[in-house]
């Protein structure tokens, strides 16, 4: 069978079951499934160090390098064909061309990624990895599309590669590679989105629209709007892509339109950090490590932002707290408004989410919570939780929290109401359990400490707070059994992820790890 036509399906496929899953709860479970053999058989295997690193390029999971070959793989062979190849220069463009629709096409399927993480059950990491790369494979087949047309010249005329079109065959293979050099070594070391993340995402859109006008006037001086095979093809994804947008659109609309009432933040600064905290016009049930993007049109007209929830309830809520530190954009502009009116202000605010975490916290017995700065928000919803609603078996858990440069009101509101707030909860007392190290030395206290707060020196060192093996830290009275079940969820800056992995790879102690969608210090 043709390779193009079994990619074509492949495709096809995978399209089909992203927009599914999200309304079909079947493909939930075929998803969960999947995920659990991936990572049972990633511990079988134990050879996951090197592509798990996060410092270089990465972090790889295994998974992601198989998949990402396979795809790469597959795009190749979609255009030379099964070996010995004898694919003529007019058949390699037009196969460049069709690649290059069919990789494109999924890009426009949801307005945001969040939608597609959530969809198939994805971090948003992940789905930026998909799009990232099913982007630049698209890019690349234009390129070898036009080099092969140009290169062949007449493109109508059969040439064939083995026998004398030598210069195209070499020009598209250099485009193949040099594509992905650009886009995976190039612009990663550029760090556009990092230093200048509103200007890299204009630059996205505007270079995204001028990308569909082109491939919209080349298919049309080309004719193919004429072939009705074609436009059949072209009538489907177009009614695939508007039932998936009106769907986003239902669901977002429903998020922030109740009678005439939008959500509402309110806002106050607390030294250099802004407390948001969101009334929604529905109540929602929420889990800990859940995020909302926040568009406040008075702040800045044209952004939205991703803000993970800092509160869990046991009932529906329809106040959620944010904690936002500052930067230099949006953020910046928040606390400014805030200072110059010198009170908490309330503003309209459109919303989407709760997007991401489906974090099962259930059959654990151990859960171990590494932070860094900020990374500590999400983790108050997730300590909240387990001591609200244990499950059965869960016997304590662990908040490893560093800071070096941390609003100390901020310090002083966090220890002071949530920590002690948490404190109270624990009752049965011993089953929470914080070690703060604080390199500015505030040491803020707390009350009915009791042996289950600390400001140990220095820096966090996996082996002595971490040991999974031994009851994970001196500080824990009680011993892990070999059957103990230990859940490590991480929020924390790059280094740190580092060894937490290696631990954990390392470990013969039942670990797993939970890495959020928000990681502190710029590392996304
Ligand atoms: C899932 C998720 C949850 C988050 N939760 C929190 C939280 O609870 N508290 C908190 O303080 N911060 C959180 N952040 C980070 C927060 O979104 C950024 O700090 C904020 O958007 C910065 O806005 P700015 O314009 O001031 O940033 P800038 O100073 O312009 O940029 C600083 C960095 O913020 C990131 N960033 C900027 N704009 C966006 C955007 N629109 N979308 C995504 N990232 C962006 C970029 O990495 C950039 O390098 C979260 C990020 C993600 C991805």
Known sequence: MDPFFIYTICFYIGVGITILSKFLSIFHWIILFLLNLYCNGLQWMKCTFLLRRHGC?????????????????????????????????????????????LN?????????????????????????????????????????????????????????WTDDSYISKYLSIICLTAGPIIGFIIIPLLQLRRKHYELSSWFHLILTASLVTGIFLHLQSEGLFKQAGFLRYIYIYGGVVTLSLILQAIVFLGRNIRGLSLPKARCRLVGDSVVVNLELPTEIKLRPGQYFRIWLPRVQLMSSHPFTVSTWSEQRQRNVRFIVEQRRGFTQELASTLDKKQESLKFTAIVSGPHGARICLRNFHY????????????????????????????RRMILIWEYFDFDSDLLEEIIKADFNNLLTLDNPPKRLCICVYDHMHHNPRVVGENNRFFYPEGSPKMDENFNVETGLTSTFENRCEANDKVLVIVSAKLNIRDEVRLKIQNTTAKATLKELDYQPYGAL
């Open 57 to 101: 390029i990465g972090p790889w999971s295994l998974f992601s390098v198989v998949f990402g070959g396979l795809y790469l793989v597959a795009n190749v062979m979609g255009i030379l064909g099964w070996w010995p190849l004898s694919v003529t220069s007019s058949d390699a463009i037009k196969r460049t061309g069709y690649l290059a629709l």
């Open 104 to 160: 494109i096409m999924p890009l426009f399927i949801s307005f945001d990624l969040s939608y597609i993480a959530d969809s198939l059950y994805i971090s948003l990491r992940a789905s930026r990895d998909i799009h990232r790369l099913a982007g630049l494979t698209a890019i690349c087949h234009i390129i070898a599309h036009l080099t092969i047309m140009l290169a062949s010249g007449d493109y109508s005329q059969n040439t064939k």
């Open 367 to 394: 859960v171990v919570m590494i932070a860094t700065g900020y990374g500590v928000v999400p983790m108050l919803a997730f300590m909240k939780k387990l001591l609200c609603r244990p499950y059965r078996g869960f």
